[in-house]
């Protein structure tokens, strides 16, 4: 799969059928598994600003991403 930015973290979610990918300009992406195929992507964004994503967990449901600025947030994956 080509991505317009390099990613710099990605993380298999077994729970959803989907590997996330951070990238520096702050997009968190969701690709299908199998098929590499975009499911979803957003720039995250904290407190109003942008937190470009460094590292992603994966536990059930749940991705932790630490983020460029040192925070830490845990999203949901379920829809």
Known sequence: VQWPC????????????????????GTLA???ARTGAL?????LVLDGMLA???CIA??????????????LVTVSLAH
Do not use: F, I, M, N
């Open 52 to 54: 470009p994503p460094t």
């Open 39 to 43: 499911r979803g992507e957003t720039k």
């Open 6 to 25: 390099a990613p710099v973290a990605l993380a298999h979610a077994p729970a959803v059928g989907a590997v996330l990918v951070a990238s520096l300009d």
């Open 58 to 71: 994966v536990r059930g449901l749940d991705a932790t991403l630490g983020t460029l600025d040192g925070r």
């Open 30 to 32: 969701a690709l299908d």
